[in-house]
């Protein structure tokens, strides 16, 4: 029998604020099947009041992080996700991988960093760094990525299980560049990063700018009772899905008919909700850079880049 993990959170998960329902939405059905959610679980779409935060009530326990991550973009893991998403593609899967992608990812980076960083660095740390391929080009002489995948990784990076792994190794450069959208909690994460770095470390973050606009009839409660019979009809909701799709790239905004849907990215950061998620987690902020018309795999996510400076710990 299937034990939940998950768990519901209302107030904003980064200032405890007040937050406004923008809509009713579903567990994209791919990730209810390898988790083993139940595929009517209703999610809602909210957005705090204080600093812009958008995000899924449902927050993802260990057990579903586990199910989803472990083999993510493995050929198992594009099959069942296609047999849902007809449109997602093999170069989407692999954009991360790509040398192109790879090279106009880390150029943004770099610009982002440039006149932060010294010309060596003793350790970095990519967290969630897949292969080890974004590390700015600068001498670093310890490559760390803690990555819950178990990809093959570039000459000289190694890779740790948790942050209890480095010990007493303090981290003068660490990376978080498109996982913050994934993560149930990135304050406690962001300090947790923050206990493992040096004096004045330097802390690089990168999320898409892709927000939900809603029409404000997905807010109402006869849409929230329709919500939980749309998997039941596949065909029909993978229509409703990709026409979704569509309109969100081309219109930006989810129709009235349309479908929210909570896949892997459960937070939607705006530049002053990343703001505040880094002011609180204990850095100071030196640099900014954004793109809105960055693409993925041909879809448009856009990005957001920050390059913060960890401040000392108050012990007052």
Sequence with gaps: MYESTHFIVRVCPICAGDTELFGYGVIA???????????????????????????????????????????????????????????????????????KSRIDRKKFMNLTLEDALPKEINCAVDFGGDEGQFFPDIQINRRIVLDLSEHPLHDGVERINSLGDLGDKRVDLVIVS????????????????????SEDGILYVEVPM??????????????????????????????????TGVSRQYR????????????????????????????????????????????????????????ARRLPVNRS
């Design 210 to 243: 892709d927000r939900f606009v809603t029409h404000s009839s997905l807010a109402k409660k006869p849409y929230r009772d329709r919500v939980r019979r749309y998997p039941s009809h596949k065909l029909i909701f993978i229509m409703r899905d990709f026409i």
């Design 252 to 307: 930006t905004k989810i129709p009235r008919w349309g479908v929210i849907k909570q896949s892997e990215h459960i937070n939607y950061f705006s530049g002053t909700s990343v703001q505040r998620l880094l002011t609180k987690s204990g850095f100071l902020i030196v640099a900014t850079a954004e793109d809105r018309n960055h693409k993925v795999g041909g879809a448009r996510f856009g990005r957001y880049g920050v390059t």
């Design 29 to 99: 059905p791919f990730i209810s099947e390898c988790s083993h959610m139940p595929r009517d679980q209703v999610t809602e779409l909210l957005c705090c009041s204080a600093c812009d935060f958008q995000f899924f009530s449902i927050r993802y326990g260990p057990k579903e992080l586990s199910s989803i991550y472990s083999a993510y973009r493995s050929p198992e893991y594009l099959r069942l996700r296609r047999s849902w998403e007809p449109w997602y593609s093999e170069r989407i899967n692999d954009a991360t991988s790509v040398e």
């Design 178 to 197: 498109h996982v913050l959208e994934h993560l149930t909690d990135p304050v406690q994460t962001l300090q947790d990063l923050h206990g493992v770095m």
